[in-house]
T-cell receptor, first 117, second 117 residues
Framework: DAGVIQSPRHEVTEMGQEVTLRCKPI?????LFWYRQTMMRGLELLIY????????DSGMPEDRFSAKMPNASFSTLKIQPSEPRDSAVYFC???????????????FGPGTRLLVL | AQSVTQLGSHVSVSEGALVLLRCNYS??????LFWYVQYPNQGLQLLLK??????LVKGINGFEAEFKKSETSFHLTKPSAHMSDAAEYFC???????????????FGTGTQLKVEL
């Protein structure tokens, strides 16, 4: 399996521009998670989906951030308008759900390094 | 709410020496516990996890961790460090259960491991 795929790997944009980050989860996984990693705040969960439905978006910092999952193999995280404080590494992760409470592993993508100037 | 404390943001060891990375968690009931490793410019990779059963868990690359309920700890060890172990290590916790907190990972702030000749 190719693992979780994220694009682009690096993004440099100017303040006020729209940024779209993309994620393809591992085939067959029905949970998808978006995280943000910064020096100041560490790794934070932004939002997660189950079967393409957003379940918990309490970590989304503000209305400038939005996430969608139109189908089981694709998700986007959009920032509009972007600000310099959004500069971070954004990770996507996916997980399989067998309906058992066994502590399933989340598998992470390589991340998108975003720099907003 | 769940929380994880990693003592020591930077740890330096000599090649061949014991590696000990500390993790303590806060939870009302025993959670699921994970250690992830992040190499430079890469995503997070699972090293090992504790879900149930044996409290000493063995992972990849010779790492192991022991769940100690009485100490609310899940320290990561490796008997002999190798240069290739230099990376950032994250302890994470999730609730048990198939909903809510059972689907969220809460990460510690990370420990950067340096291995010196």
């Amino acid at each position: 399996d190719a693992g979780v795929i994220q694009s682009p790997r690096h993004e440099v944009t100017e303040m006020g521009q729209e940024v779209t980050l993309r994620c393809k989860p591992i085939s067959g996984h029905d949970y998808l998670f978006w995280y943000r990693q910064t020096m100041m705040r560490g790794l934070e969960l932004l939002i997660y989906f189950n079967n393409n439905v957003p379940i918990d978006d309490s970590g989304m910092p503000e209305d400038r951030f939005s996430a969608k999952m139109p189908n089981a193999s694709f998700s986007t995280l959009k920032i509009q308008p972007s600000e310099p404080r959004d500069s971070a590494v954004y990770f996507c992760a996916s997980r399989y759900n067998r309906g058992l409470d066994i502590g399933e592993t989340q598998y992470f993508g390589p991340g998108t390094r975003l720099l907003v100037l | 709410a769940q929380s994880v404390t990693q003592l020591g943001s930077h740890v330096s060891v000599s090649e061949g020496a014991l590696v000990l990375l500390r993790c303590n968690y806060s939870s009302s009931v025993p959670p699921y516990l994970f250690w992830y490793v992040q190499y430079p410019n890469q995503g997070l990779q699972l090293l090992l996890k504790y879900t149930t059963g044996a409290t000493l868990v063995k992972g990849i690359n010779g790492f192991e961790a022991e769940f100690k309920k009485s100490e609310t700890s899940f320290h990561l060890t490796k008997p002999s460090a190798h240069m290739s172990d230099a990376a950032e290590y994250f302890c994470a916790v999730s609730d048990r259960g198939l909903t809510g907190g059972g689907n969220k990972l809460t990460f510690g702030t990370g420990t950067q491991l340096k291995v010196e000749l």
